[in-house]
């Protein structure tokens, strides 16, 4: 059963704040994505990661920051948090289009809810 | 890039009655169509896809139907049950490139009164 796990299930924060989110899977997969939440507006991606040290920018990644050191692991990083940025916060993984056993299924995590004060 | 519609926002419907739920999307070259379930308090998760070479896929009660042309797709729920309330999300993606990206819609809220 794969398994995505987002480290903090709800945080409050101040503005201005240094903010991360971490998240770690266990199926070995290679890709790694951070979507926000907002009602209304769906799942954004803010994110991605395809490979250890790569990263790309998704539809909204001003203000964000991702690090992805190891191959499990991909954290969010809000440098100086705004209230416009309290949401709740996505992780998910998949496999790589490359290996044959590719659905593309996404597997997400519980989700982060963010408070920024 | 891709963007996706989705209608309607919220769905209230009677036990046993069924659901339809409409998504359109505007990359003509997106050949990948998921729709994802999330249950009130947990993390959406994949419940049926339907990619371009086929026109309907049906998963017992659930089912999808593509029109390429139109560039819409839907998902029909049939003899709907209280736990099948949830927001129901469309996504669509190109598949043939060598990453994939979802764009998902905004979401749709069904609410099955028993």
């Known amino acids: 059963d794969v398994k995505v796990t987002q480290s903090s299930r709800y945080l409050v924060k101040r503005t201005g704040e240094k903010v991360f989110l971490e998240c770690v899977q266990d199926?070995?997969?290679?890709?790694m994505f951070w979507y926000r939440q907002d009602p209304g507006l769906g799942l954004r991606l803010i994110y991605f990661?395809?490979?250890?040290?790569?990263?790309e920018k998704g539809d909204i990644p001003e203000g964000y920051s991702v690090s992805r050191e190891k191959k499990e692991r991909f954290s969010l990083i809000l440098e100086s948090a705004s209230t416009n940025q309290t949401s709740m916060y996505l992780c998910?993984?998949?496999?790589?289009?490359?290996?044959?056993?590719?659905?593309?299924?996404?597997?997400f995590g519980e989700g982060s809810r963010l408070t920024v004060l | 890039g891709e963007n996706v519609e989705q209608h309607p926002s919220t769905l209230s419907v009677q036990e046993g009655d069924s659901a339809v739920i409409k998504c359109t999307y505007s990359?003509?070259?997106?050949?990948?169509f998921p729709w994802y379930k999330q249950e009130l308090g947990k993390r959406p998760q994949l419940i049926i896809d339907?990619?371009?070479?086929?026109g309907e896929k049906k998963d017992q009660r659930i089912a999808v139907t593509l029109n390429k042309t139109a560039k819409h797709f839907s998902l029909h729920i049939t003899e709907t049950q209280p736990e099948d309330s949830a927001v129901y999300f469309c996504a669509a993606s190109r598949m043939n490139t060598g990453f994939q990206k979802l764009v998902f819609g905004t979401g749709t809220r069904l609410l099955v009164s028993p």
């Open positions: 990661s395809y490979d250890v040290k790569m990263k």
């Open positions: 998910a993984s998949s496999f790589s289009k490359i290996f044959y056993h590719y659905t593309g299924e996404l597997f």
């Open positions: 990359d003509s070259a997106s050949n990948y």
């Open positions: 339907i990619r371009s070479n086929v």
């Open positions: 199926m070995d997969h290679e890709n």
